[in-house]
């Protein structure tokens, strides 16, 4: 099968190219970064997934599937680049999907989506309301993104959409959301509040991620691996300094002494869990991760 993947130069990005690969596919990379030592097996296309050049790769390659990764979470890019990676690439990519007739299409997107309050469900399922919207803004442009892609369910009646909801990603690359938040020296928490946090490790993010494809999979999943985890336990087995703040005080000490900078609202994900049931996914697939939370947190920590 021929599979275009947006954001292939990101670290999950290669480690899904380089699992297609290993299965007998024809990989076309599309991302507006380089990826210099990419293998001679992944055919690269440096162009934004917004502009001509990037429809250019549809009109001539023709691919049968396509996985779209080219999202951003990071908050340091500005709100204006975000909306218009997230929710217009997004918008440019289904659009190129139903032009040159793709048979399936994969959305990667976050189990953010669900947001963290102190009232939501413990585990979220895919017929939960996107909380984040209101709980913290800088990731409504992600909802937006997540939102689309499930409008092509109906929308290209003949195309197989798959929405993924997938929770952090741990592991030696020390790429991600929660790798960013715990990288550093210290690692601010809110004290009195030690919610679960949920992970899988990368190789199975992109196993994960190849499987849906292969099951030809239709419809919103949730996507997880082992079972969820205290803050202070992950903070402790991956040896990082829990530095407990009052929470008046918790956005004053961020980028100070060693800590992450953080936006606001991020402070409800350091209080309360984000945390999916992703049984349907497991029984349209049968995916059982390769690694528990004990090695993927090793991963990380052994990566220093």
Same mark, same amino acid.
Not at 125 to 139: G, H, I, Q
């Given at each position: 099968m021929k599979v275009l993947l947006t954001g292939v130069?990101?670290?999950?990005?290669?480690?899904?190219?380089?699992?297609?690969?290993?299965?007998?596919?024809?990989v076309l990379g599309v991302d507006r970064r380089p990826?210099?030592?990419?293998?001679?097996s992944v055919r690269m296309f440096n162009a934004d997934i917004r502009k001509r050049p990037a429809e250019d790769v549809f009109r001539t390659e023709r691919p049968d599937a396509v996985i779209h990764m080219a999202t951003?979470? &990071?908050?340091?890019?500005?709100?204006?680049?975000? @909306?218009?990676?997230?929710?217009?690439?997004?918008?440019? +990519?289904?659009? &190129?999907?139903?032009? @040159?007739?793709?048979k399936q299409a994969v959305f990667v997107g976050r189990h953010t989506?669900?947001?963290?309050?102190?009232?939501?469900?413990? @585990?979220?399922?895919?017929?939960?309301?996107?909380?984040?919207?209101?709980?913290?803004?800088?990731?409504?442009d992600m909802v937006a993104a997540d939102l689309y892609a499930g409008s092509a369910l109906w929308e +290209?009646?003949?195309?197989? !959409?798959?929405?993924?909801?997938?929770?952090? !990603?741990?592991g030696p690359s020390k790429t991600g959301t929660l790798a960013q938040y715990i990288r550093g020296p210290r690692v601010p928490t809110v004290l009195g509040f030690d919610p679960l946090f949920?992970?899988? &490790?990368?190789?199975?993010?992109?196993?994960?991620?190849?499987?849906?494809?292969?099951?030809?999979?239709?419809? +919103?999943?949730?996507?997880?691996?082992p079972q969820p985890v205290p803050l202070s336990l992950l903070l402790r087995v991956t040896e990082r300094k829990n530095t407990a703040l009052l929470e008046p005080f918790f956005y004053a000490m961020l980028g100070?002494?060693?800590? $992450?900078?953080? $936006?606001?609202?991020?402070?409800?994900?350091?209080? @309360?869990?984000?945390?999916?049931?992703?049984?349907?996914?497991?029984?349209?697939?049968?995916?059982?991760?390769?690694?528990?939370?004990?090695?993927?947190?090793?991963?990380?920590r052994w990566s220093d």
């Open positions: 130069a990101g670290k999950l990005g290669r480690l899904v190219a380089l699992e297609l690969v290993a299965q007998g596919h024809d990826w210099p030592d990419a293998p001679d951003v979470s &990071h908050v340091s890019a500005s709100d204006a680049e975000r @909306y218009r990676i997230n929710l217009k690439g997004t918008q440019a +990519i289904f659009k &190129h999907c139903s032009r @040159y007739d793709v989506y669900y947001g963290a309050a102190p009232d939501a469900p413990l @585990y979220h399922s895919e017929r939960d309301p996107p909380l984040a919207v209101s709980t913290f803004p800088a990731l409504s +290209i009646p003949t195309m197989s !959409t798959a929405v993924l909801r997938v929770c952090y !990603t741990l949920q992970f899988m &490790h990368e190789v199975d993010a992109a196993r994960a991620i190849c499987s849906a494809l292969h099951n030809r999979l239709r419809g +919103i999943f949730n996507v997880a691996g100070r002494l060693g800590m $992450p900078k953080l $936006p606001k609202g991020s402070i409800n994900h350091v209080k @309360y869990p984000v945390v999916v049931d992703a049984a349907n996914f497991l029984d349209a697939t049968g995916f059982v991760p390769e690694y528990d939370e004990v090695r993927t947190m090793q991963a990380f």
